[in-house]
T-cell receptor, first 113, second 113 residues
Framework: KAGVTQTPRYLIKTRGQQVTLSCSPI?????VSWYQQTPGQGLQFLFE???????NKGNFPGRFSGRQFSNSRSEMNVSTLELGDSALYLC????????????FGPGTRLTVT | GNSVTQMEGPVTLSEEAFLTINCTYT??????LFWYVQYPGEGLQLLLK?????DKGSNKGFEATYRKETTSFHLEKGSVQVSDSAVYFC????????????FGAGTILRVKS
């Protein structure tokens, strides 16, 4: 099976702009989660989508949003970018049962200038 | 709340040395526990998991046992190789939160030849 894919791999944006990141899960997986990784805060959970519904949400401002499509592909959007949003954004897919293992994509490296 | 504490690194070992990376957790209920590994420039790879007390996860020579009485999930390997150099993350998934992962800060492992 193909693994989790994320596009784009690298992105440079300016403060105030918005950005959309995409994630395609492993075939058959219905749960997609997003994480932010920074040197200062480590790995932090953003949100999880399961069958097109947000099932879980972390402690991030409303500028961070996401959605999931009927084919389980997911997008996350960050509006009004701030310098502190510079990070590696990781997507993970899972079959869906609570507590099951998650498989990560390579990430999208976002740099905000 | 839910949290994971890992021993601070970096941990520097010679090839063929014994490895232990300590991990303790705080959680309500009975979480699933995981170890993930991240190589430079890549996403996270699932190394092993355990879903209930006394379960032992193992993969590629790495092992960890779910110890409920000490709330620990220490990672061990009998003989490390240079190729094991990476960042290791301990994580838990609280069963009541779907597939949310709570990560430790990560431990850098450097293996010298």
């Amino acid at each position: 099976k193909a693994g989790v894919t994320q596009t784009p791999r690298y992105l440079i944006k300016t403060r105030g702009q918005q950005v959309t990141l995409s994630c395609s899960p492993i075939s058959g997986h219905r749960s997609v989660s997003w994480y932010q990784q920074t040197p200062g805060q480590g790995l932090q959970f953003l949100f999880e989508y399961f069958s097109e519904t947000q099932r879980n949400k972390g402690n991030f401002p409303g500028r961070f949003s996401g959605r999931q499509f009927s084919n389980s592909r997911s997008e996350m959007n960050v509006s009004t970018l701030e310098l502190g949003d510079s990070a590696l954004y990781l997507c993970a897919s899972s079959p869906g049962l609570a507590g099951s293992e998650q498989y990560f994509g390579p990430g999208t490296r976002l740099t905000v200038t | 709340g839910n949290s994971v504490t890992q021993m601070e690194g970096p941990v520097t070992l010679s090839e063929e040395a014994f490895l232990t990376i300590n991990c303790t957790y705080t959680a309500t209920g009975y979480p699933s526990l995981f170890w993930y590994v991240q190589y430079p420039g890549e996403g996270l790879q699932l190394l092993l998991k355990a879903t209930k007390a006394d379960d032992k996860g193992s993969n590629k020579g790495f092992e960890a046992t779910y110890r409920k009485e000490t709330t620990s999930f220490h990672l061990e390997k009998g003989s490390v190789q240079v190729s094991d150099s990476a960042v290791y993350f301990c994580a838990l998934s609280p069963m009541e939160y779907g597939n949310k992962l709570v990560f430790g800060a990560g431990t850098i492992l450097r293996v010298k030849s």
